[in-house]
């Protein structure tokens, strides 16, 4: 036995770095199976920084002001619903006897964001007309689909909870919050209107 201290991510034997973000977007259940319910909040806030730059990017006008507004808002955007979304999840799965922690949640949340660093490149497909529209609608479709799955595996290891009832937890959690994202939603659908006009 060493006589080196152990942080959490040894002791629980969880990823860490690209490891994490490739099993994170690739292998979702045995990286979060890895972690358990201690998933950690630190490289998911920066996945949720990651995310929000890369939609700045698609947005921005071609001046820094634009780039910079445009990041402040994502970060904001991301950060209401990461909350939002990650507080009525974890109530929701505890309901239905998950065992867990509020930032394994969390974390579960903000990772599940990662696949929207595919929109920039949608976004271009769609300029390409009508076929790279229904080719970026389409991605789209895909993107929130694995968004889904990687929140499922996060929700299924982070709260020790079943597939069923992870997905009765999810499926819950937008039940209870449906005012909330629909009103994000519209706000959301007229911010990239306002940002790629």
């Known amino acids: 036995m060493s006589d080196v201290p152990v942080g959490p991510a040894e002791a629980t034997g969880g990823p860490r770095g690209l490891a994490l973000l490739y099993g994170v977007l690739f292998e979702p259940a045995a990286a ?56 009525g999840l974890y109530v929701v799965a505890s309901v239905l006897g998950g065992r867990g922690n509020i930032h394994g949640v969390l974390a579960g ?5 990662l696949p929207l660093v595919l929109v920039g490149p949608l976004v271009t497909l769609a300029g390409w007309g009508a076929g790279g529209l229904a080719g970026a609608g389409l991605g ?36 209870v919050l449906a005012g909330v994202p629909l009103t994000l939603y519209a706000l959301l659908v007229a911010t990239l209107l306002w940002c790629w006009a």
């Open 140 to 175: 789209m479709l895909m993107v929130l689909v694995w968004g889904g799955r990687v929140l499922h595996a996060a929700v299924v290891a982070t709260m020790a909870l079943g597939p069923r009832a992870a997905s009765m937890a999810l499926v819950g959690a937008e039940l």
């Open 109 to 113: 949340v903000a990772f599940s964001f």
């Open 32 to 87: 979060f199976g890895a972690w358990g319910s201690e998933l950690p909040l630190g490289p998911a806030l920066g996945a949720l920084l990651l995310v929000a730059s890369q939609l700045a990017l698609v947005g921005a006008k071609g001046s820094l002001a634009s780039l910079a507004l445009g990041f402040a808002v994502w970060v904001g955007w991301l950060l209401l619903g990461w909350l939002v979304l990650g507080s």
